[in-house]
């Protein structure tokens, strides 16, 4: 039974039901081990793949007979009545198991098959042995469970206010759009039981390389990043690209009003101070494009999070023009495309705005991020974020916070460049 419950331990680590099973020969020489398993029903996608059979499997392949007569079976559970039938077929001499089975038990918890005096076979059962260690690893598996079920059906709740984008939608283009980890409102309060996505680059790195943090544009989602997520991780440099809620895959609120740079950037702050990457003493570096600078601006002077801002990137951001105090102002292209992109919600393809309006940011999305452009927006309904753009800037021209460091990089148009252009601009700020 002690090899039983090593198989058992062994199942539960793979996320099996941890059941295991050996099969024990006894002859004149002694006893002999033919064969141990545990459950792999998940495995190989075969509701019959319990402990019981595949012990059994394995013992006749070893005996080369389908009759084990003198052989004894040890599980770690009483078995169900499918692996009692492969018992009886198997001819066995005994079954003994640990703890019981109260809702599948077939030596007595549920039925009782081999107390049944019709059959044509009889093979003797004993229960309980080593039962508290059996029933323990059953118990603790299945508390495991539920808690991940429940976490699972909190990040999937959806406010009635709210709405989600199906999965099938970001199956566009070749590869799909890629898809990575969700946050719900136990992580962010501010989300009131949103649910945020956002990618991340793994990138292994000291506690002193800077954590990039990627705002998407305002007409993308977090997908825009993926090349430079690739570059950073190359690099060694963390790198986060969230999608802010009502874009990308995040849950997407349907009221225009909800959508603000500061309502944004709080919710922002708190998944960031919650975020495993976020460690102290690491630098954050905020990238961001154009039109997202009041969002950038917003998370950066928010008190949970602002001393360890070391500046803003803006990335190729012509609609934003500078003056000499270090404020900041819209043309009057810009202000139109904002106009077109708010009145075109009945349509939900940004291509055409963005070509007639932001043709060099159209221009320079590689041809993967741009397949996924309308991805997260199935109809018009999915629009309030994106048709929210017109009321980020309250007015035409704003001051920056010379407490925030604000570095605009020149566009250029070969990817490789830009992207490194853009890590090296991120150690600049940090002062590495």
Known sequence: MRLALQQAREAAAAGEVPVGAVVVQHGPEGDVLLAQAHNRTLA???????AEVL?????????????????SLYVTVEP????????FQARL????YGCAEPKMGAAGSVLNLYANSTLNHHTQIAGGVLADECAALMQGFFATQR???????????????????????FSCGDPPAPEGHYTDATD???????????????????????????LHPLWHWGAYWHELLDVAAQAGVPALAPDLPGWGRSDKPKKMAWHTPAVHGELLAQWLCTHPLRQPGRPVVLLAQGLNLPLALALARHPAVADAVAGVLLRDSPEIEWSADGGWSLPVASQRWMQALAQCGKCPDWSQPLRQWLPDAAQQTDPMAWAWLNAPFPDA????????????????????????????????????TVWHNLLAAAHALCGR
């Open 93 to 96: 001499r005994q079954v003994v």
């Open 188 to 214: 962010a309060p501010a989300l009131q039981g949103l649910r945020l996505h956002w990618l991340d680059n793994h990138a292994v790195s000291d506690a002193d390389v800077p954590l990039l943090l990627c």
């Open 80 to 87: 169900c009545s499918m692996c009692s039938g492969a018992v």
């Open 381 to 416: 309904g999915h629009l309030a974020g994106p048709r929210s753009l017109s009321g980020w800037f309250a007015s035409t021209a704003a001051q920056s916070d010379a407490r925030v460091p604000v570095w605009s990089l020149p566009s250029d148009r070969n990817a490789g």
């Open 55 to 71: 012990a059994l499997r394995a013992a006749a392949r070893q005996l080369g007979n389908h009759r084990l007569h003198d052989c």
């Open 147 to 169: 808690q991940r079920n429940q976490q699972q059906q909190r990040q999937n709740a959806l406010r009635d206010d709210a709405l989600r984008t199906p999965a099938r939608c």
């Open 44 to 50: 190989d996608h075969d509701p019959s793949a319990h």
